[in-house]
């Protein structure tokens, strides 16, 4: 283990820098090409990447029929309907806003996770942390008169609806278990993802639209080489070497990366107010991720 060390360290530093860095990346990718476009490519790419991955570390395709239906559906609710919508809504709003609402996804997880007949009911930190990051949702999504950005509230909303289809997908991935290595199940939801894409792009095709650049081929290929493959295989690596509550921290670290690397390169700037309402939903998703 203690040889593992600054192996473990390396690939927690890359997944905050890839997985923060992918929110500004989508930012300049949308300002050249629809939504659906990247979003399309993205899964294309990213699939049989993983699924290279998952064949090159010895993992096998499940063989229950039931497990591609829970692994198709999860992939269309995170990789097509959250997926694109995000990408779709960061043409107006700031990338690491997006990052942040998206990490409210662990807070609907909660939520969601409490309905039904086998809902896990929250306990008082968890109650709490629920309300502090639904409070810091409505911060950074208001408006004042002093706030120096001018973010349109539906696209905003539209990031908070992504958030919730991700939670949602998580959720059906815990409670119907699939007998699959995470990588696998990840190349598979993305080869649905991509295969369904490619259709809704097939038959909109003249609503299209892209400018081809160099910038927006290396853009792509980052967010979907890096961020859907690398940085995923990754994660699923330090699953099996840190403790659950270890791993958690990529979920509130890489969108304060988002925020920093949106203000130091992109020029966005927040309000007092929604900083602190930033601070509150990345407190929130701490609370909610620890042991």
């Not at 199940?185 to 081809?212: F, K």
């Not at 690397?261 to 701490?286: C, K, N, R």
């Amino acid at each position: 283990m203690h040889n593992t060390l600054p192996k473990i360290g390396l690939a927690f530093l890359s997944i905050y820098l890839i997985w923060g860095s992918n929110y500004a990346a989508l930012s300049l990718a949308v300002d050249q090409a629809s939504p659906l476009l990247i979003a399309g490519s993205r899964a294309v790419l990213a699939g049989p990447l993983l699924l290279l991955a998952g064949i090159m570390m010895g993992k096998p395709l499940p063989t229950r029929l039931d497990d591609y239906l829970v692994m198709g559906l999860s992939g269309v609710l995170v990789l097509v309907v959250a997926s694109v919508t995000v990408t779709w809504a960061q043409q107006w709003v700031p990338s690491g806003v997006s990052a942040v609402i998206m990490a409210s996804s662990a807070v609907w997880l909660t939520v969601f996770g409490a309905l039904g007949k086998r809902g896990e009911r929250p306990t008082v930190l968890q109650w709490f942390s629920l309300f502090l990051g639904l409070v810091g949702l409505l911060v950074v999504l208001s408006r004042g008169r002093s706030d120096p950005i001018a973010m349109p509230i539906g696209p905003a909303l539209a990031v908070l609806g992504a958030a919730m289809s991700m939670a949602l997908g998580t959720l059906l991935m815990r409670r119907r278990p699939i007998n699959c290595h995470p990588v696998m199940a990840a190349g598979i939801q993305s080869c649905v993802a991509g295969g369904l894409l490619v259709l809704v792009c097939t038959a909109s095709w003249d609503d299209l639209h892209w400018h081809w650049s160099t910038s927006l081929f290396m853009e792509v290929a980052y967010l979907s080489i890096f961020g859907s493959g690398i940085a995923y295989v990754l994660y699923c690596w330090l699953a099996t070497q840190v403790a659950p509550s270890k791993l958690s921290s990529v979920v509130y670290v890489s969108p304060a990366v988002a925020v920093l690397i949106g203000f130091a390169f992109l020029g966005e700037v927040l309000s007092p107010l929604q900083w602190l309402g930033i601070g509150a939903i990345l407190l929130a998703t701490l609370l909610l991720t620890r042991d």
